[in-house]
């Protein structure tokens, strides 16, 4: 059996009142496949996602920018062109280290997008 080509407009996946273009995300449901994209993009040193874990891998692409990733104990920073595995059940976050843009492509391995928010050990 043969699938056609779906195509998802930016209207589709964007998140609403943002002026970063590369703001959104799709889940692999919506279009039949198992992945889940996520992309993220921040200005703002020191912001980005909060502590947390998904049951499944997530694969992070810097595309811009410079970013420090937290995976369990592991400090990585990262930088446009490096690629980065969150693996499954471990927490994680990053946040932007500047100067500029950050601009990262988030792969969840999952045809959904699962989250458990944590408590940041490195806030208490």
């Not at 273009?21 to 040193?45: H, I, L, N, P, Q």
């Not at 912001?47 to 997530?58: N, S, T």
């Not at 810097?62 to 937290?70: D, L």
């Not at 601009?103 to 391995?109: F, G, V």
Request: proline share 6%.
């Amino acid at each position: 059996m043969s699938r056609k080509p779906i195509r998802l407009e930016r209207k589709d996946w964007v998140y609403e009142n943002t002026d970063q273009f590369w703001s959104g995300r799709f889940e692999g449901k919506d279009m039949g496949t198992g992945v889940t994209v996520f992309f993220y993009a921040t200005e703002e040193v020191g912001k980005g996602p909060l502590w947390h874990v998904h049951p499944y891998d997530e694969v992070f692409i810097v595309r811009t920018g410079r970013a420090m990733f937290t995976v369990g104990d592991e400090k990585i920073e990262a930088q446009a062109g490096d690629v980065v595995l969150g693996p499954a059940d471990i927490p994680h976050k990053f946040h932007n280290l500047g100067p500029g843009l950050l601009e990262t492509t988030d792969i969840h391995l999952s045809d959904r997008w699962i989250q458990t928010n944590l408590d940041d050990p490195e806030m208490s």
